[in-house]
């Protein structure tokens, strides 16, 4: 299907694309369903739309790439409240590192484990390994390690998807309440998606999860090839 050429594709599907958002957000706040996540619903919209209107891939992404390109900034921009809470963070800086590698290296292994146990191809499981990370890192790890990208990509929204959703729940199931504990377990599990919920809950939070997301995606670019290469044997 072809639109009017008045309507460039690249604006056309960023347009789109951000319209679907727009409208999915108010849903989710009232029903909080994890299915109707507004990344989710807005991924769903958009493959349906795709479908119907015959638009490959690589079309879309002529405009998806501008969506893309801020990924990077918006995490740089999760620095903004870091520093904002510095000291606060200064004073728990050692307890946080230690935290953060030993979740870095217990969220690879339980995503390479099971999905090993029950026979999937290697391709999938390195696929798997960095799926906590935000996109960019997991994406260059994924590819690094001999995983597939779009399947690593589709893992982390997923996976940050989860975590904002079933995350607080699972958090205070288990009375964790320190601002920095929850922020920092969220932005560690759930990346990006996961930080932005954590800042629904307060700026402390948003600052441990923002700091969560950098310290966790460095050490996931670090430890996975070794976990990974030392469980596949």
């Known amino acids: 299907m072809t639109f009017p050429p008045v309507i460039p594709q690249p604006v056309l599907w960023v347009a789109v694309s951000l319209l679907l958002y727009v409208l999915a957000k108010p849903l989710y706040q009232r029903v909080r369903f994890p299915l109707l996540h507004p990344v989710m619903v807005t991924g769903a919209l958009l493959i349906l739309i795709l479908r119907l209107t015959d638009t490959d891939y690589q079309t879309y992404m002529e405009g998806g790439r501008l969506i893309s390109f801020f990924l990077g900034p918006s995490v740089v921009a999760l620095g903004v409240p870091l520093y904002v809470r510095l000291q606060e963070m200064k004073r728990s800086a050692p307890m946080m590192l230690s935290v953060v590698f030993f979740g870095s290296a ?26 906590s990370v935000t996109t960019p890192i997991a994406i260059a790890v994924a590819e690094g390690i001999g995983g597939d990208a779009p399947l690593t990509a589709v893992f982390v929204v997923l996976t940050g998807i989860y975590g904002a959703v079933v995350g607080p729940v699972i958090l205070r199931l288990f009375g964790v ?21 954590s800042l629904e809950e307060g700026q402390l939070q948003g600052a441990a999860a923002g700091l969560g997301i950098c310290l966790c995606g460095i050490l996931t670019a670090i430890l996975t090839p070794f976990l990974v290469n030392f469980l596949l044997g």
């Open 106 to 131: 217990v969220g690879i292994v339980a995503a390479v484990v099971p999905p090993l146990m029950m026979g999937a191809p290697d391709v999938v499981v390195r696929a798997l390994a960095p799926k």
């Open 177 to 197: 309440t320190h601002p920095i504990a929850f922020g920092l377990a969220m932005g560690s599990a759930a990346h990006g998606i996961g930080t932005a919920r």
